[in-house]
């Protein structure tokens, strides 16, 4: 059970806004939504929402007019208690925080970065160039001191690598994209091929001026990530843990599913990573209903265990689609966004002696 859940609809202020596309007929795409620890004791989630006034610091010098609006929610990690709840004008309905980095984080609306303080003093801001269609898609590494920015749509273009301390541009390439890609702070990787059935595909590294090269086989079913510095998780049957030169650490089945919508969950030092595990539930073949993806597990690995940690019971009000995760820096929390409600647990500590099995965990034994 979580150590406290709440509802955050009074603090959003107004239903939030997912993107619309469509030429013929028009879709909305579910809210962009974004999860962080800014600290050890402090959660922030944001929205973007369409309200007419909101708490904007006169210190920011974006355009007030624009209709949409950036809303945060800080909220104490240890209490649930919501502390402040600015907003900020954005152009963007795919705007939000994209990383954190002590208690400093940088958010993204439309091709305007801006890089706050902890008390929410503008520091930095940088304008990337403008795109002739979509957005820059971020790519965080996991201690946040670096973002990679790719053109969406899948298509060969500039590939922008930013240092979030001195908001600049330090590096520069043209690439494509051609599956999921994953940053650390020195290093790219990418799964090729998994929109094309023309190839195999297979994971590759490259420096941030080296070109690329393949270090082990993948499948269209798994997505590398970053763990660390050191090491690429790959999601699918089995779950891997791989070093940057292919070596495997680890390799597990797992009974239930992965959840279609999770991505692994880190620790800015990179000593704990958790992995979602989902089991399908509400499939009706008879009424072309597909099943939903329900969160029933979390993995919880500790560095430099080469073995699973813990194995987290969840208890309590479902949680499906769209839930993202987040990891505080010392990694002995984890806040879970599930629509407009969050929750945060307790993580057990860490596991330095060596095991002969994953441990079961229940949650509500550890207060």
Same mark, same amino acid.
């Given at each position: 059970?979580?150590?406290?859940?709440?509802?955050?609809?009074?603090?959003?202020?107004?239903?939030?806004?997912?993107?619309?596309? /469509?030429?013929?007929?028009?879709?909305?795409?579910?809210?962009?939504?974004?999860?962080?620890?800014?600290?050890?004791?402090?959660?922030?989630?944001?929205?973007? &929402?369409?309200?007419?006034?909101?708490?904007?610091?006169?210190?920011?010098?974006?355009?007030?007019?624009?209709?949409?609006?950036?809303?945060?929610?800080?909220?104490?990690?240890?209490?649930?208690?919501?502390?402040?709840?600015?907003?900020?004008?954005?152009? =963007?309905?795919?705007? /939000?925080?994209?990383?954190?980095? @002590?208690?400093? +984080?940088?958010?993204?609306? /439309?091709?305007?970065?801006?890089?706050?303080?902890?008390?929410?003093?503008?520091?930095?801001?940088?304008?990337?160039?403008?795109?002739?269609?979509?957005? $820059?898609?971020?790519?965080? =590494?996991?201690?946040?001191?670096?973002?990679?920015?790719?053109?969406?749509?899948?298509?060969?273009?500039? $590939?922008?690598?930013?240092?979030?301390?001195?908001?600049?541009?330090?590096?520069?390439?043209?690439?494509?994209?051609?599956?999921?890609?994953?940053?650390?702070?020195?290093?790219?990787?990418m799964i090729t091929c998994t929109w094309s059935h023309e190839c195999e595909p297979h994971i590759r590294v490259r420096g941030t001026t080296t070109d690329w090269k393949t270090i082990a086989p993948g499948s269209r079913?798994?997505?590398?990530? +970053?763990?660390?510095?050191?090491?690429?998780?790959?999601?699918?049957?089995?779950?891997?843990?791989?070093?940057?030169? /292919?070596?495997?650490? +680890?390799?597990?089945?797992?009974?239930?599913?992965?959840?279609?919508?999770?991505?692994?969950?880190?620790?800015?030092?990179?000593?704990?990573?958790?992995?979602?595990?989902?089991?399908?539930?509400?499939?009706?073949?008879?009424?072309?209903?597909?099943?939903?993806?329900?969160?029933?597990?979390?993995?919880?690995? @500790?560095?430099?265990?080469?073995?699973? =940690?813990?194995?987290?019971?969840?208890?309590?009000?479902? &949680?499906?689609?769209?839930?993202?995760?987040?990891?505080?820096?010392?990694?002995?929390?984890?806040?879970?966004?599930?629509?407009? =409600?969050?929750?945060?647990?307790?993580?057990?500590?860490?596991?330095?002696?060596?095991?002969?099995?994953?441990?079961?965990?229940?949650? @509500?034994?550890?207060?």
């Open positions: 059970m979580p150590k406290w859940r709440i509802s955050l609809k009074s603090a959003i202020g107004s239903p939030p806004l997912g993107k619309v596309f /469509g030429r013929v007929q028009e879709y909305k795409a579910l809210p962009r939504t974004s999860l962080w620890f800014t600290d050890n004791n402090t959660l922030v989630a944001t929205f973007v &929402i369409r309200e007419g006034k909101g708490d904007l610091s006169s210190r920011d010098s974006v355009d007030t007019t624009l209709p949409l609006r950036l809303r945060l929610v800080f909220i104490d990690a240890t209490s649930g208690q919501v502390l402040t709840t600015p907003d900020w004008p954005t152009d =963007s309905r795919d705007a /939000g925080v994209i990383a954190v980095r @002590d208690g400093r +984080f940088v958010t993204q609306r /439309g091709s305007e970065l801006t890089l706050y303080t902890p008390d929410l003093k503008p520091l930095k801001k940088l304008k990337l160039p403008r795109l002739t269609e979509g957005d $820059w898609i971020a790519h965080t =590494s996991p201690t946040g001191k670096n973002i990679l920015f790719i053109p969406s749509g899948h298509r060969t273009g500039s $590939w922008l690598w930013l240092e979030t301390d001195t908001m600049q541009i330090i590096h520069s390439w043209e690439d494509k994209q051609t599956g999921d890609v994953t940053v650390a702070d020195d290093k790219v990787a079913q798994s997505y590398p990530q +970053f763990v660390n510095e050191d090491m690429l998780l790959l999601s699918g049957s089995p779950i891997k843990l791989i070093q940057t030169d /292919g070596s495997v650490v +680890f390799a597990e089945d797992l009974p239930l599913e992965g959840c279609w919508w999770g991505r692994v969950s880190a620790s800015s030092g990179g000593q704990r990573f958790v992995v979602p595990r989902c089991a399908g539930k509400g499939a009706i073949a008879a009424l072309d209903v597909g099943q939903r993806a329900e969160l029933k597990e979390i993995l919880v690995y @500790d560095s430099p265990s080469q073995e699973r =940690s813990y194995t987290l019971d969840l208890k309590g009000p479902t &949680i499906k689609d769209l839930a993202l995760l987040a990891v505080s820096p010392d990694g002995l929390r984890l806040a879970i966004l599930n629509g407009d =409600s969050v929750e945060v647990l307790q993580l057990p500590p860490f596991w330095n002696v060596k095991q002969s099995s994953p441990v079961l965990f229940p949650l @509500d034994s550890l207060w």
